[in-house]
């Protein structure tokens, strides 16, 4: 509005003074075990969609990283990430049902997950792709992105720290952490501190 003030099209910004809003909510839907499990039941190891799950479900990462990675970056049990949105450098071991998945998954390509046209997906492309994959296991709630929330949640219920959980996102703060396992089960939590706190006495 304001370079339409300056090219004179319209006399004043309607805008200014105008507050921003905040939307309420935890963003992203966090994908549950019953919906990974009803992902996998319809796209089954040897699927393009199968191997997408895998891929950010047991790395943690976001969808931008995991287009970008290729079996160049796999090396002694472990899969090397430089996130692109914060430059972080990670080596996440690899996962025994990851592992499964990229047995079968071809290694002439400089990344995994490839279009129709045998090109890497754009990050927009790959989201947009893998949303009609989820239509296709009924689960309209679900994102590729929520993937990465699941695996937040499921490390969390794993009794896994904040620090470790980190270790595999990459987040940076306590705060984006605790946001991410937020849909950690309760009871599950619950049960992994009582027994901490019987292994004390």
Known sequence: MNFAVDLELITHNPLTGMKGFKREGDGYHTWSDDQIEAFENRHPIGTKARLALALM??????????VRMGWQHVSDGTISVRQLKTGATLQIPIHDKLKAVLEQTPKNNMTFLLTRYGRPFSVAG???????????????????????????????????????IK???????????????????QKIMARHAMGKLSDIG
Request: with cysteine.
């Open 167 to 185: 270790a595999i996102t990459g987040h940076e703060t306590e705060a984006e952490v605790t946001r991410y396992t937020k849909a950690a089960d």
């Open 126 to 164: 790959f989201g947009n792709w893998m949303r009609d994959r989820c239509d296709e296991a009924g689960l309209e709630d679900c994102s590729s992105h929520g993937l990465r929330k699941a695996c937040a949640r499921r490390l969390a219920e794993a009794g896994c720290s904040n620090q470790e």
């Open 57 to 66: 479900l047991y790395t943690g990462q976001r969808r931008s990283d995991a």
